[in-house]
């Protein structure tokens, strides 16, 4: 009977769906644990009885902290087999207390290949994988000689991002002052990641590895790219998931993405550690040519999950936590396409002041329309691209999922104040 520990920071709507994913694997033999923030109250009734314990720490990110649960919960429920949690940042503690209390999966090494972008191009560079050009640099003169060397535009963000909310892109020495002005500089204990500026459209590839064999794989296409949301804070959102499964521009990528796994797998191919569903983040350029931005071990975010479960008819969380747990994962076809609409405002200021246009991108979706949670007056102002509101689309076609997409960024318009 596998023991599985999952991390649950807190018992949030999105985390507790992996949580009853595991659950769910009761009646297959799989005991789960949960470490959380939060205390059992906080676990949803409909769940608890199907968790083999709860253990409650100050900081469920710190590696101390995870460690003094799972000795706990191994003394009173048993050896551990699986440590496991859905979050980015997540992967280097978990790593950590794996190597520490022997677990089988992902060690540090491993796992700091995923998590820090520079010895991931390095990696990557090395197995002749196409990335960036980049440079990590330690002090403002380190910076400005990256930058001469690797010319204008180019992009400046941390050694181990996320949500893309430390990444600038930069076309003058003047936006660098700009940088500087705003406190933000290289350090020594502080690096930053430099790169060229890689003018191309944002696609992903979700892969399931079984002990680092590719087993199957998806991909979406971010519209537009993440940073020119970010810069420009009144695009709305979206990602879609094409119905095609055969020779698209998402396959060609995929020799790729199987160079790519397999130089971060390394050695730990063929081990628990090979067993993962990943998120690539990929860059197609125009004359056809593509290149690995980056590459999370873990579950992908902004919806993914869901479109995943849209396209596939299943349930992804699901399929995810059997895979941890017991090494299986049954590759199933792709039946529709699937699209996710992020709701961002318009203007100045911190809250929502006024949501318009619901009924009309409903109206216009259709059937079309799986699931949609609108903005709320009064809400306060999301900071990153996945904004304060959401819906998914599904389509027997990719145009389909397309036009729905459309009606729905093209009806709902918040505003800010
Ligand atoms: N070299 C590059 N050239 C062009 N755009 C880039 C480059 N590097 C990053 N970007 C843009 O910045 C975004 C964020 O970068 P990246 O994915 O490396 O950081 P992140 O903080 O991990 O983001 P997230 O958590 O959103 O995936 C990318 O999705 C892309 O839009
Ligand atoms: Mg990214």
Redesign the pocket.
Known sequence: MPHVVFIAPRFAENTNRYVAAFASLASAGVRTSVVSGDPDTAIPTALRPHLAAHYRVNDPMNAADITTAVRAISRGVGPVDRLTGAL?QLQMPLAEVRAALDIEGMLPEIARRFRD?DRMKEVLRARGVPV?R?LLVGSKEGLRTALSELGY???V??Q????????F?VAHDADVDALFAQGIAPSTDIPL?V??????R?YTCETVTVRGVPVWRSGTR?LP??????ENPWMQYCVLLPREEEETDWTRFHDTNGAALSALFGDAANTAAGTALT?M?W?LREDGSS?V??V?ARPP??GIMPLMSIAYDTSFFAAWARLIAKDEFVPKKRVRAAGAAFFRGQGQGTRVASVKGIERAVADAGDALVEMRSPKVGQPRAD??EGEGYAYVRSETTEGAKEALLALVQNVRIVYS
């Open positions: 980015e972008k960036a980049s535009p180019a992009i963000k941390p181990a991002g996320l949500g893309a909310r430390s990444t892109r990641q790169e060229e500026f890689i003018r191309a944002e971010y790219s993440p940073l020119e949301t970010l998120h983040e860059f290149l931005n980056e999370g975010g902004v990153g691209y």
